[in-house]
């Protein structure tokens, strides 16, 4: 995308998009976080569920998830800080 129009004439992108520090998407299918995985090493705010599925919990402990308890107001204002 072109932020020329907000950030000015002279703006030139200087990022490189395989390290870009936050990536905000939404996936439509199961493999769609996997292969998301696979090209960056992204930290995935899931649900709170995705801890107690056999095999995927301790992965995503692993790779120090963020798991939000969506039940939980004051959660999301812990998983922001």
């Known amino acids: 995308m072109c932020y020329k129009k907000f950030l000015g004439p002279d703006w ?11 990536v905000v998407c939404n996936h439509s ?10 090209t960056q090493y992204p930290c995935i705010v899931a649900k709170m569920e ?7 919990g301790p992965i995503s402990d692993a790779a120090q998830n963020l798991h939000l308890d969506r039940s939980s107001k004051g ?4 998983i922001i800080k």
Do not use: E, R
């Not at 959660?75 to 812990?78: M, R």
């Open 29 to 38: 299918a199961f493999l769609d976080s996997m292969v998301h995985g696979l």
């Open 50 to 56: 995705i801890k107690n599925i056999p095999g995927i």
């Open 12 to 22: 030139v992108a200087d990022y490189d998009w395989q390290h870009c520090s936050t």
């Open 75 to 78: 959660d999301k204002s812990a």
